[in-house]
Structures are given as C-alpha cells and as structure tokens.
C-alpha cells in the first residue's frame, strides 16, 4: 500500500500555479516577439539586429531561458559575411531581448500580485473552512497552505520584479541610443542619446517603477525568517506598505510608454513607402524569416527568390501607435477590492468592545479572560486577535480560544502566557500587582477593566479534530490551547461529531502547567466514565524536565497522577500503539508545540506500519 | 512599545545591496557600458560588504539565529574593534561606498538600497544600538565520572548517609535501599564460587 492513498491535493495547486505562471510568460513573450503590431517597437528597441543572427549562428549560440550569449559581430551584421572567415569579436549580447522580457515578466506580475492578496483574507478562508461547500478534508487541507502560498507568490514576484526591473533598464538604453526621427512617437525618449536614467526618474512609469523597487526592497528585507522571529513588529508594520506598492502599480501601468501599432492592414510593418522614407530594414521581420534559414546554406542568392514569393506591399498610409489598456487593472482590481471589504468588514464587526467577565490568574504565568459579546460564534479550535488600545494603540495579538461560544452558554475564553511586553502590561491592567502572586478565585471588576476588542473567529487547521474518527493531539505547553477548546466541546455534546476516539498528549516542563487544564481533563473523563466510554479520551501527560521534587499534579487530580510520565515522550512506541489499536483508520495528527515535536511527528505520520493503519498530518504554520 | 532592534533589520538590508551591488557591477562589467571600471568598483564593493554583514550580530534580549558558517567570519570582523562594532561608523562607510556605484545605470538600484541600509544603521546607532559578535559557548564534555570521588568501601546493604563515614556516590545512589546498620543474626558467607 503506498504512503499516500489520497493524492496531496496541495501539488495539484502548485502545479496548475506554475504552468498558469510558464503559459503566461510563453504567450507573452512570443507576442512581444512575433507579433506584426510590436513590429517596429521590437526593432527599436535592438532585437532583431541581433536576433536573426543568432537564429543563423546557430550552435553558436547557447540560448539560456531566453537571455541569448551570442558570439556577434559588434558592427550592424551583414548576413552575406555570416559564412565568411572574418575575425568575430565576442561581444555579450545578452541585452537583446528587453522588450520580450520585460513584458512577459509582467504578466506573470501581474498574475502573483493578484493572486498573492486571496490568501489573506481570513474570513473569507475561515468562511470556506466551515462551509458545506467545502466538505472533503483533503480539500480543507488546501487551506492549511494558504500561508505557504502567499510567500510562493511573494518569492516569485521579487524574481520577475527583478528581471522586469533589469529588462526595462535595457530598454531605457535603447530608447535613448536608437532613437530615430521616423518613430517619434513610439520612442519614450525625447532626444537621441539621452541619458537614460533622465528618462528614468522623468517618466510616470519609471518613477513609479523606482518607487515601487525601493518600497519591495523594504518589505522583502523585513519578511525573512529571522526578523519575524526577533522583531515581529518590523516586519507587520513594512508588510502594510502594500497598499502603497499597489496604488503606485495602478499609477505605473497608466503611463502608456509601450505602443502597438493599430493600422496594421493600410500599413503592414516592412512595407516599402513610395515617399521614400524607408520603413524596410535590412533583414526582413522575424516571421518570414524561417525560409531565410531553410536557404541560407546555399548563400544569398537565395532571398531575390524569396522577394518574389514575398508579397512586398506598398504602405498607404504612416504607422499609428497607440498605447495598450492597462491589463494590470483588470487583474489586481478583484482581489485588491475583496481584501478592502474584508478588513472593512472586520474592522466594522470589532468596533465593539467585548465584556469582560472575569479574569483568573493560572500558575506559570497564564492568565485566562473569560468574556462575552454579542453575536459571537467560533467553533473549537479557531483563533481571535485582541486589541487593547490602553496597552498599545497599535498592536494586535492572536490568541486561540480555549473555551467556545455554545447554545446554552455565552462565554468564551483565551489563556494568555505572559512572555512579552504586551502580556506583561495588559496582565498589569487587568490584575492588581499585589495579587498576581496568588491563585485567586475570579472576582467581578468590570468597571475596572480595560476596554478590549476582539476580530476574528478565523480558521486553523486544528479545527479539524472532530472531523476524524481517531485522532491524535499532541500539545507542548501552553500550545494546549487549541485542544482545550476541542476539549470543552466534547464535554458539552460528543455526540455530534465523527470523533469516536482521541489521544491526547500533553507535555511540559513544569508540573505547574498541568493546573490549567487538570480540572477539564477530570471532569471529561469522569463525564466519559459515567457514559460508559472510558476509552473516549486516553490523556498521557508527560513532564519533560525532572528538577522537581513534586511528582503529583494535586490531591484531587487521582486521574491525572496515574496518567503523569516523567521525561519525554516515545512517539515510536506511542505511533505503533496507535496503530495497533485502530487498525485501518485514518488518524488525524495535529501537533501545537516547538518544532522538534512538530518534525518528529510529520516523519512519523509519513511512515507505513504494518497495521493498515495511515496517519494524516495536520501541520498550522505560526510565523 | 517594546524597542525596536533596528540593526537587524539594517544588517539583512545591507546583505541584500550588497549582492545586488554584485549583480549590477557583473552585468557592467560583463556588458562594457560606458564607465565599465564603475562596474568592477561596486562588485568590489559589494563583496566588501558582504563580508561586513555576514556575521548577525548578538541581541540584546534572547537568542539570535546565527547565520551558516558565520563564526569564521565573527572572528575576523572583531579584530576590528570599534571601527566595526559601532554603528555610526558603518553607516557613512555604507553612504560612502554607495555614491560612485549611483552614476552607473546598472548599479544604481545597489546605491538606493544601500542608502536605505545605511539609514537605518544611523537610526540604529542613534539609539544606542551595538554590534556584539556571538560567541559561541565551548560544548561541555560530560565529565565522565567526575562526581566518582571515592568509590563505596561498604557492600550493599549501606548504612544512610549520615551513618556512613565517606561521602555517598551519585551512582550507587539510585536502587539502593537505604536503610538502618543491619546486624544479622548468623554469619553469612558467600556462596558463590
């Protein structure tokens, strides 16, 4: 049996991503170099000096992705000298696809920068997440990716930025050095020879584009890893720079600097103008040039053949340009408009505060909120963002929902770890100094507590618990949470869902930390004990590191003492087990803890046994 | 709000300038323009910086991912000292080093993102910010049987501690029973052959 009996529904995405990326770029960039309206704007900007010589050079020329390294003459080439013995001066001429380039380079921008604003509307996801619309899991998996997705789009738009920034500097060089009086109009330059970096920062388009280069250059610096780990708040204050990345690409695209021709039938390109002013060029344009290579071994007495074959038409009237719509409306204008009325909406649905109802202080620096609000709803598992705006006017923070909204009962809960200097102050807020010592029973001050907002509930992927018939939770400190509110639904009904069976893992460092939750775990499993299924919920808690004398979690815990381990957990042994017990089923594995466990059990998940029975990771993806 | 860490911001701005100072000065030179040798300075340049920037310098508060192999160049960059560590100082190094590479077409992108960086470096040095390498912490070998001072003189069953007249050793601590000084009531002998 293979590892994987379903297919992994994210490579199809990627695929069908990346050839929708190749079809672009391809279809792009054989318009730019074979279209008849893109004729004269083509020969502008350099391309076919070089490129029909390089068509004829042939092994001469290794053609890498389309950046061409010829060996070129460095004067205007003569095809007639092609086969003589003159000396070749090796000239890099990898500069002669600009326009081709610069223009496939951004279709496929535009494509990403559309496509790279659908992963971040959450509730859109959390919306889809929970729908009967999207009822297979595999499916639901997808959206697990939606992060990896957005950096996807992320990576390959700093790529084509730079190949567009770097073919359009070319062009720029070329405007300004093939500048002819015949195309004034199609030339963005003014003046021959002028210095391209005037038609740099002098234009709409290069302005824009400069500025556009500089803001990408500030978000991407701040996006990796490291600085998303130390300073987080660099990184989510440069990533809002995005509105301004967009607002200046509506502006860029509007500048008009590349036209195409409009009268193609009075004036077809390489006619031959009865005034006198030649529109013909030495070599023929590119799509009649196929018979010039299939006749030129035999020399050049060839193409007096060809011109007859060739129709030559007489121009009636002077090429017209004009510039292409805008293209880049079209694509960003849907996302950048959802993405608008999300946050509008979210911002709209947070505007009121949520009512505090008590606030409780747990061992080990926990805190726990309980709270109200009207017309909340989440299911277990999702997470909300609280804002707090006398602790900082500008910070938000995720926190999961332990405990979850249901028919009978109003109040939701989020365990905050105190960790950082947002936790530290909202805890000083919310509870005098002098008491924060003691575990004290939860006393009502509402008049007393800080005004919080709340936005979300959005989706994680632990949502998905429920959903298998065996399921396999592995917490490590206070990533518990996300099960907890799993936890608190089952107690409320069970019945409801697919879950017949879970494993619930639980490991920390200190045995304080179990207080959290031990009176939810003993009051499940007395509920499960009483319902005659004892072996619903099989908790393993382990405390990883022994410098404890206290081996028992509390007096009243009997359930949980029995079920404590000292040192880490075995994930073989706890895997064969599993396996062996819930022979040919899917297990659902969803770990919230440091990467190493995380790791661990993705190796694990992946592995057969020899019992039929397939582990199914399920992998959130914090920053 | 918590401080800000700049530095390590400017250090990941200056990394990537410097590369695209590489790139822009390859395709200068590679290409020929006019003021070519512009070209060979900012890859020249470029390298320099590289090199600068490599080595991530040290947090205040918490742990700082080290970038790969970085440890080499740690140790050559704090040869020198204040010159590298103080961060005024690398800011007009960066501004200089940027102005030649910005009269070249090519390079001029490198110029505006290393400006950038060396901002940044000033903002950072305005507020006190400094470039500590990271050390890193010679491994501890287990020192095997380093407690084992004296080995027990006493067969099992030992006296407790605070009968025995030599200090106990963590080894034979773990399954012994302790218990009281047991006299027993017939000789015993070994049987064992």
């Keep these: ?623 | 709000m918590r401080q800000i860490e700049w530095a390590m911001w400017a250090n990941e701005q200056a990394l990537a300038s410097g590369l695209i100072l590489i790139t822009g000065g390859i395709v200068a030179t590679a290409g020929q323009f006019a003021q070519w040798y512009l070209g060979t300075y900012s890859i020249a340049a470029g390298v320099l910086i590289c090199l600068l920037e490599y080595p991530r310098g040290k947090r205040r508060k918490g742990s700082t991912m080290e970038r790969c192999g970085q440890k080499y160049l740690t140790r050559v960059v704090k040869v020198f000292g204040p010159l590298t560590s103080n961060y005024y100082i690398r800011a007009f190094l960066h501004l200089g080093l940027s102005v030649p590479a910005g009269f070249l077409l090519a390079t001029i992108l490198g110029t505006a993102c290393l400006a950038i960086a060396s901002s940044i470096y000033l903002l950072a040095a305005v507020q006190g910010e400094q470039w500590t390498p990271i050390e890193t912490k010679p491994k501890e070998r287990p020192q095997v049987g380093g407690t084992i001072k004296q080995p027990p003189s006493n067969p099992p069953p030992r006296p407790p501690a605070e009968a025995r007249k030599k200090p106990s050793e963590e080894e034979e601590g773990a399954g012994v029973p302790v218990g009281g000084p047991q006299e027993n009531p017939m000789p015993v002998t070994d049987e064992v052959v």
Aim: charged residues 15%; contains cysteine; hydrophobic residues 35%.
């Design chain 1, 1 to 623: 049996m293979s590892e994987y009996q379903s297919p992994h529904r994210g490579g199809h995405i990627a695929l069908i991503w990346l050839s929708l990326n190749v079809l672009l770029f391809w279809k792009t960039f054989l318009l730019y170099n074979q279209g008849p309206e893109y004729h004269y704007l083509h020969q502008m900007l350099g391309d076919t000096e070089y490129s029909s010589l390089c068509y004829t050079v042939g092994p001469c020329c290794l053609s890498i992705l389309y950046i061409r390294v010829c060996i070129c003459k460095s004067q205007t080439p003569n095809p007639s000298l092609a086969h003589s013995s003159l000396p070749w001066q090796p000239q890099v001429c990898f500069l002669s696809l600009g326009l081709c380039l610069s223009r496939a380079s951004a279709s496929v921008l535009n494509l990403n920068c559309s496509l790279i604003l659908l992963p971040m509307c959450r509730m859109l996801l959390a919306y889809l997440r929970g729908s009967q619309k999207v009822p297979s899991r595999r499916t639901r998996r997808l959206l697990d990716k939606s992060r990896t997705f957005h950096t996807t789009c992320g990576v390959t738009i700093c790529i084509f930025s730079g190949v567009h920034v770097a073919a359009h500097l070319v062009n720029a060089l070329n405007f300004s050095v093939n500048y002819c009086e015949d195309f004034v109009e199609l030339n963005a330059a003014r003046y021959r020879d002028e210095d391209p970096r005037k038609l740099l920062f002098t234009t709409v388009p290069g302005l824009t584009g400069a500025c556009m280069v500089l803001v990408l250059f500030l978000m991407i610096t701040a996006s990796t890893y490291a600085i998303r780990v130390s300073n987080y708040d660099i990184f989510w204050y440069t990533h809002n720079l995005f509105l301004v990345f967009y607002m200046l690409l509506m502006l860029h695209v509007s500048g008009g600097l590349l036209k195409y021709q409009t009268n193609l039938d009075t004036h077809p390109p390489g006619c031959i103008n009865l005034n006198g002013t030649r529109y013909q060029n030495i070599h023929l344009p590119e799509y009649l040039s196929e018979h010039f290579h299939e006749s030129f071994p035999g020399g050049f007495s060839k193409p007096d053949e060809l011109t007859q074959n060739t129709f030559v038409k007489i121009c009636m009237e002077e090429p017209r340009f004009q510039a292409n719509f805008p293209q880049t409306w079209l694509w960003i204008s849907g996302p950048l408009c959802l993405y608008c009325a999300e946050r509008l909406y979210r911002r709209i649905r947070s505007n009121k505060p949520v009512t505090i109802i008590s606030v409780i202080n747990h061992p080990s620096d926990v805190l726990e909120i309980r709270m109200v609000k009207e017309n909340f709803k989440a299911r277990p598992g999702q997470y909300i963002i609280l804002h707090c705006p006398s602790v900082s006017a500008l910070e938000n923070h995720p926190f999961t929902l332990t405990m979850c909204p249901t028919e009978t009962k109003a109040t939701f809960g989020v365990h905050l770890k105190i960790v950082g200097d947002w936790t530290e102050r909202f805890r000083d807020l919310l509870l005098p100094p002098s008491s924060q010592d003691s575990e004290i029973l939860p006393f009502i001050q509402s008049r007393n507590y800080p005004k919080l907002y709340i936005d979300g509930p959005f989706g994680s992927p632990f949502e998905d618990s429920l959903n298998y018939e065996v399921s396999l939770c592995v917490a490590g400190g206070i990533g518990v949470t996300p099960f907890a509110s799993i936890l608190n639904t089952l107690l409320d009904d069970w019945k409801p869902y697919r879950l017949r069976r879970l494993y619930f893992i639980w490991v920390c460092r200190d045995i304080q930390s179990f207080r959290w939750f031990a009176d939810l775990l003993c009051v499940l499993y007395n509920k499960f004990w009483q319902e005659n299924r004892p072996d619903y919920v099989n908790i393993q808690l382990y405390l990883s590191q022994t410098d404890g004398l206290q081996k028992i979690i509390g007096e009243k815990y009997q359930a949980l003492n029995s079920r404590l381990f000292i040192g880490r957990p075995r994930w073989k042994l706890l895997f064969n087990e599993i396996a062996k017990y819930n022979r040919g089923k899917t297990v659902g594995v969803f770990c919230c803890g440091p990467n190493s466990i995380s790791k661990t059990l993705h190796k694990l998940s992946n592995e057969n046994n020899s019992y039929g029975t397939r582990f199914e990771y399920n992998k959130e993806s914090f920053s």
